[in-house]
Each structure stands twice: as structure tokens, then as C-alpha cells.
């Protein structure tokens, strides 16, 4: 074995982490007899070799090795390998990707052309595997034949020959899935595998089978999807929580469901279980591999189907924009008394609202009721899902509420490193602007350590949290200006900000002038924010804002003048500072000084020429906050909105910055451009923001204002328009 592998030079060749001379090594690991150094050797090759999908020049001289591994029966675990493989040959660059390529980035692109070459020209040996003794390999063949082979008819017939012998569960539900590969990766082909699905999908299979051809058959041929897809997917989920008949006794998903279960799931920072426990009696380094599969025993421990999460979750992405169903099946999960689906339904819900507009109302009601669950874990999970969504969680208000009261200790939580922050339930009942997180935020402001994340808090309160000014007065006052003021001043400028709580000024000013060198720029900023928030009551702060703005240019400057005008209305003296901002070096002091001027409405109007040469900035940010100032200081619209609504295109992130002035322009009137934008983005049923593979912990929030911004405009209702 390994015949050559001493000749390659390895040495001149790097991964992710410097010379390449360690990869013979991790090859050998793979063949080891030991568990541990098998993992280890997995877990560098995913680290190193093929770090984060990448692909070295030591990534394609190890593909012949590693076909080496996957064709001796006598080498463990080669499973793994396979998986391995058919994530180095399963990257496609398409025409669109190529084209976006920059020239550091060809190399990489030729590898992963090589790569896929490479591994597809030894893709028949999993041919052979697809019927291996070892249930491990057989899970992993198929799926590397769909996303490999060259010959998908192949692949197809083969899967469809393999099914009806295959006696392992999982890897029957394996072959389904593979078959959905084919289909997506090869369209001709997806009339005849749907067939397949659908004949799968009927009744005479088993409930997991059929469970996972539907699935399937949303992500490859959704029409073929029956039109009870919901009713179906519910009686298979109620038939896969019986007892299977040959289970021994207490097997059952049903049994003890509202029990705490502490391997019910885990996530970040749990304890990874018992195979990191072994790790470190035997001396071995905890892997990521190992812990993966930790969490994944951890996650599986108790299911009586334990992959029908994967399968559900599966079936949401393909029935995408069914809004209607997708939302019906989650509320069918969550009322179900077995308490892993609900666990799953509360994360699923998470991501269906995420990404999608639609009626949540009931959904949110009953994510609300999990809180109520004596399973820590779902309570959590559903505490984590109703702060994000901000008023849309008002349908869960009271329970949040229940939960706040009864668990003083969740109110602020620790972290390892970094500052403490409020617990998930407070921040939602906070964000939904009720009053009953006060006592909460009160005692948070009360710790030695103040978290965070609490003057967030308090401006989603608004008045409500008006008896909280005093203790954030007196917490400011203080602060020792040290080195670590602005971590600890910082959400108490905040709160007192966002209370425009005018009698904190003389604590502010403190703040202001005694700022340490440290982040004492960002320390000054939100002390001059909190004087501008105040008005006329913090007149006491004029001498020390006109000696700041003494520096024209500068971002100190522009906040000092921004503050300055809204403590004493001072024009003549601000808005000079305000013009010699627009020629600041960075694009965001720049911003900083379009806005103030835009605040000054018709007094900065003399600015109008220096705004309008900003519309074309190559900054598109710029642009938008120019043609918003632009419109604020001259009252015409007509050279404004074309740029905001070329951005509107062109950055969907712009948009609610965008709709804010739109609807105090009233330029949406009937048959105008900026109507038919609105118009359509109304119609739409996904966020402006979903990404596919990520998201902001605020994106909910922010697509929700955008829609009631879009509404406003339409409705003619524009609010304050330009000042005057």
C-alpha cells in the first residue's frame, strides 16, 4: 500500500497551515488499527489538507491514496474516506463563478477543476462499494456516485436495482437521497427519477422511506408532490413516533417526551460528550471530528427515527416559497408529544421566518407555549428563536413574560470571555417594548458588571424604561476612564440616549472629557450622541462641543457639530464644519457630515452643489446618503430618487435606508417609478435579506420595517418631510 508516496515531494508543497510534509503521515493515519489516530488523521486532512473545502496541490497528489484506502476491505472506517473524497471532487464551478474569478484566484479554480477530473475518473469503484459488507461505506457510495460518476443513467439504475436489498435503514434512505442528486445535478433525468420518488412515496413503503421520497421530491420535482403533502407528512411522522414492533420495551418516542433528556441536543459549547471523555483518558487530543460525532450520537440519542430531522428540514428547503405549507407542518411538529420533533419544529421555525414573509401568528404562539417545557434545552431553543423575531413575537408576549418572572437567574448570562449579556427571554419581552422586562433591565443595571447588549434594550422600551434614567445616571457616574471605560460606558450612553434623559448631561460631559486614549474616539462618539440626543438640556456641554469642532475634518468634528446644532440650534458655526467634513478621507466620515447636513433640512441648502457632486461617489452607501441630504436641504426630489432607486437594485441591504425617505418624500404616487418598486417589493414572499447559508441576528427585524416603510409610502401617509 501506498506504492510511491515517499517520491512525491511533499515538502515543497503547503496546505493550510505551512509545508505539506506531514500529509504522508496523516495518509498512514487513515490505515491505522487505532480509532484515535484513524480521527486524528480525518481530522487534520479536513483541517489542513482540504481546509474549509479548499484544494491544495497536496490535496490532488493525495486522490490516488485515498482511492488506494477505499478499495481495501481491510483498511476501517472507510466511510469517512469516501465522504472525504467526494467533498475534493465535488466542487462545480459554474460559467458564473468562472467569470468572477480575479487572478489570485485561477489557481484555486484550476485545482478544483483537477480535482473533479481526478476523483470522477476513479468514481467507478464506488460502484463496487455501493454493495459493501461494511454498512459505513455503503451510506457514503451513493451519494458520492450521484455528485461523481460520469454516467448518471448508470448511477439511477443502479439505485433504483440496490433499494429493494439493501437491509440497512439509513442507507436505503441514502439511496433516495442520492437519487434527488441525480435528478438536480442532471435535469433530463428528472422526470424518471420523480417517477421513482413518487411510487416511493405511496403507501405500501415503510413511513421513513416514503418520508424521505418526499423530501426528495421537493427539492428535485416539487409538482409531483402530492397535494395532502402536509396531511401525509404528518401521519408519517405520528406513524414514526410508535413503537416499531420488534423494539424491545421503553423504545418508543412517545415515552417520558416531556422529560429532561440532557442528550436530547447539543450545540456550541456543550459538553462534547462521551467520545471527547475517551479522548482524554486515552491521552489523545479532542478532535473536531470526534466532537462532530459526538454531537451527532448526542443529537440521535433516544429518536426512534433519529434521521427524520435531516428529512424534514430537507422537505422545507424544497418546498420553499409554500409559505402556507410549511407553516401548517411546523404547527403540526410542535404540537406533537414527542418532544425531539418539537425541538426540531422550534429550529425549523426559526429559519422558515427568517427567510420568508407570511402569517406567523399561530406558529409564534406555539414556539411561545415551549417555553413553558421542564426540557431546558427546548425552552432555550425557543427563548433563542422569539428574540430575533422582535414584534413578531407579540403573540408569545405573555409566555415570554411568565418565563422572565420565574427565572430571576436566566435575566443576565455569562459568558467564558467577554461581557455578560441579557438573557434571550428578556431581550425579546425588551424588544417587543413591554414593560414587564423592567424589572429585569433593573437589576442588570444593578450587577458590577453591566451587560452589554442592556441600552439595546432600553431603546426598544422607549418610554416605558423612563424609571430606569436614574440608575443609568448613576452607573455612568461611575465609570473610572480608564482603559476599559468604553466597554462599560458604552451601553449606558446608549440607554441614556435612547431616553434622551437630558439630566444625565453633567455625567455625560465627564465621560466626554475624560476619555482615555483607548477607544476613546468611539467613547466620544457616544458621549456626543447622548449630549445630541438631550437637546437644549445639555447646554452645559456648549463650551467643550464648539472647542471640539475646532478640528474641521475630523469624525470628532462632524459629531461634535451634529451635537452642537442640536443642543443649540447654532447654524452659522456648524454647518462650515459640516462642509469641510464632505472632503474627509474615509467614505464613512463623509457619511458621518452628508447626514448632519440632511438633519439641517433647508438651513444647509447652500451645501446642495457638494452633495450633488457626491451622487456619483463610487461609494454606494454615499450616494444614497447624499441623495437623501441632497432632497432634505433643497426639497426636490427629481435628481434624488433616481439614485436611491438605482441602489435599490443594485444593494438590496440599501433598501430600508431607501424606503425611510421614500416614505417622508410621498414620491410613491400612482404610476411613478418608485411606486412599481414598492409595489414589487410587497409582493414578494422573501425577505429582502435571507441569505442562503447565513444570517444577521437582526434580519427579521429589519425586513419587517421595510415592508411597513413600503406600506407607509404607498398609503401617501409621508410623515415629516424635509426640515424646514
Known amino acids: ?220 420535482a416539487p409538482e409531483a408532490l402530492p397535494g395532502d403533502v402536509v396531511q401525509v407528512v404528518a401521519g408519517l411522522l405520528r406513524r414514526l413516533r410508535t413503537t416499531p414492533a420488534d423494539a424491545p420495551d421503553g423504545a418508543d418516542g412517545t415515552s417520558g417526551a416531556d422529560e429532561a433528556d440532557p442528550m436530547v441536543t447539543a450545540g456550541p459549547g456543550d459538553d462534547p460528550g462521551p467520545a471527547a471523555d475517551a479522548a482524554e483518558e486515552r491521552g489523545a487530543p479532542v478532535t473536531l471530528v470526534g466532537q462532530l460525532r459526538a454531537l451527532s450520537a448526542a443529537e440521535s440519542a433516544g429518536r426512534t427515527a433519529p434521521w427524520t430531522a435531516d428529512l424534514l428540514r430537507t422537505l422545507h428547503v424544497g418546498l420553499d416559497d409554500r409559505v402556507a405549507d410549511r407553516t401548517a407542518l411546523l404547527t403540526d411538529q410542535l404540537r406533537s408529544p414527542d418532544l425531539r420533533q418539537r425541538i426540531d419544529a422550534v429550529r425549523m421555525s426559526a429559519g422558515l421566518i427568517r427567510a420568508w414573509r407570511g ?12 417555553l413553558a417545557s421542564p426540557e431546558p434545552k427546548l425552552a432555550e431553543a425557543a427563548s433563542h428563536v422569539l428574540e430575533e423575531l422582535f414584534g413578531l413575537a407579540a403573540p408569545a408576549a405573555d409566555a415570554l413574560a411568565v418565563r422572565v418572572a420565574a427565572q430571576p437567574g436566566a435575566w443576565v448570562k455569562e459568558w467564558a470571555s467577554g461581557p455578560p449579556g441579557l438573557g434571550s427571554a428578556v431581550k425579546a419581552l425588551a424588544r417587543l417594548g413591554d414593560a414587564r422586562a423592567l424589572p429585569a433591565l433593573a437589576a442588570a443595571l444593578e450587577r458590577p458588571e453591566v451587560p452589554h447588549d442592556v441600552g439595546f434594550a432600553v431603546g426598544y422600551l422607549g418610554a416605558a424604561a423612563a424609571p430606569l434614567a436614574g440608575v443609568l445616571r448613576r452607573r455612568l457616574g461611575e465609570i473610572a476612564l480608564d482603559e476599559g471605560a468604553y466597554d462599560r460606558a458604552n451601553p449606558l450612553l446608549c440607554g441614556l440616549t435612547a431616553l434622551r434623559a437630558g439630566e444625565a448631561a453633567p455625567e455625560v460631559l465627564r465621560v466626554l472629557r475624560g476619555a482615555p486614549e483607548y477607544r476613546g474616539e468611539w467613547l466620544r462618539t457616544s458621549a456626543l450622541r447622548a449630549l445630541g440626543s438631550f437637546g437644549s438640556a445639555a447646554h452645559c456641554a456648549v463650551p467643550e462641543l464648539r472647542a471640539l469642532i475646532r478640528r474641521p475634518g475630523t469624525a470628532a468634528a462632524t459629531e461634535a457639530a451634529q451635537a452642537l446644532w442640536a443642543v443649540d440650534g447654532d ?142 409610502a404607498l398609503s401617501g401617509n409621508t410623515g415629516k418631510g424635509p426640515t424646514t
Open 1 to 220: 500500500m501506498f506504492a510511491g508516496i515517499d517520491e512525491v515531494e511533499w515538502a515543497s508543497m503547503e496546505h493550510a497551515y505551512g509545508p505539506a510534509d506531514d500529509v504522508p503521515g496523516l495518509l498512514r493515519g487513515l490505515a491505522s488499527a487505532d480509532p484515535a489516530e484513524r480521527e486524528g488523521a480525518l481530522d487534520g486532512m479536513y483541517g489542513a489538507v482540504h481546509h474549509q473545502g479548499d484544494v491544495y496541490a497536496c490535496t490532488l497528489a493525495c486522490i490516488p491514496f485515498l482511492f488506494e484506502l477505499v478499495a481495501d476491505p481491510g483498511i476501517q472506517d472507510r466511510g469517512s474516506i469516501v465522504e472525504l473524497l467526494t467533498s475534493i471532487g465535488g466542487i462545480d464551478l459554474d460559467e458564473d463563478d468562472e467569470e468572477e474569478l480575479d487572478e489570485e484566484e485561477i489557481e484555486g479554480a484550476a485545482n478544483y477543476a483537477m480535482a473533479a477530473a481526478a476523483v470522477t475518473a476513479g468514481a467507478g469503484v464506488f460502484f463496487e462499494l455501493i454493495a459493501d459488507e461494511d454498512p459505513g461505506v455503503r451510506l457514503a457510495a451513493p451519494l458520492a456516485l450521484a455528485t461523481l460518476h460520469g454516467h448518471p443513467v448508470r448511477v439511477l439504475a443502479l439505485l433504483r436495482e440496490r433499494l429493494p436489498v439493501e437491509p440497512d435503514e439509513e442507507v436505503r434512505l441514502a439511496l433516495v437521497e442520492a437519487a434527488g442528486r441525480v435528478a438536480l445535478r442532471h435535469r433530463p433525468l428528472a422526470g424518471q427519477a420523480a417517477d421513482w420518488l413518487s411510487r416511493l412515496a405511496a403507501e405500501s413503503y415503510a413511513p421513513g422511506l416514503r418520508l424521505a421520497a418526499l423530501a426528495q421530491l421537493a427539492r428535485c
Open 571 to 712: 447654524t452659522e458655526t456648524v454647518l462650515p464644519v459640516l462642509i469641510e467634513g464632505l472632503r474627509a478621507e474615509h467614505a464613512h466620515e463623509r457619511r458621518s457630515a452628508v447626514t448632519a447636513l440632511g438633519g439641517l433640512g433647508a438651513r444647509a441648502e447652500v451645501a446642495a452643489p457638494r452633495l450633488r457632486a457626491l451622487l456619483s461617489h463610487d461609494e454606494l452607501w454615499l450616494r444614497v446618503d447624499a441623495a437623501i441630504a441632497l432632497w432634505e436641504v433643497s426639497g426636490r426630489a427629481e435628481e434624488s430618487v433616481p439614485v436611491m432607486l438605482a441602489a435599490w437594485e443594485k444593494n438590496r441591504h440599501v433598501r430600508v435606508r431607501v424606503a425611510e425617505c421614500l416614505a417622508r418624500m410621498g414620491a410613491a404616487g400612482a404610476g411613478s417609478d418608485a411606486a412599481h418598486v414598492l409595489r414589487a417589493e410587497l409582493a414578494s414572499v422573501r425577505r429582502h435579506n435571507a441569505m442562503d447559508g447565513g444570517y444577521g441576528s437582526h434580519d427579521t427585524y429589519e425586513d419587517e420595517k421595510l415592508l411597513a416603510l413600503c406600506r407607509q
Open 359 to 370: 402569517p406567523y401568528e399561530e406558529l409564534v404562539r406555539l414556539v411561545g407555549e415551549q
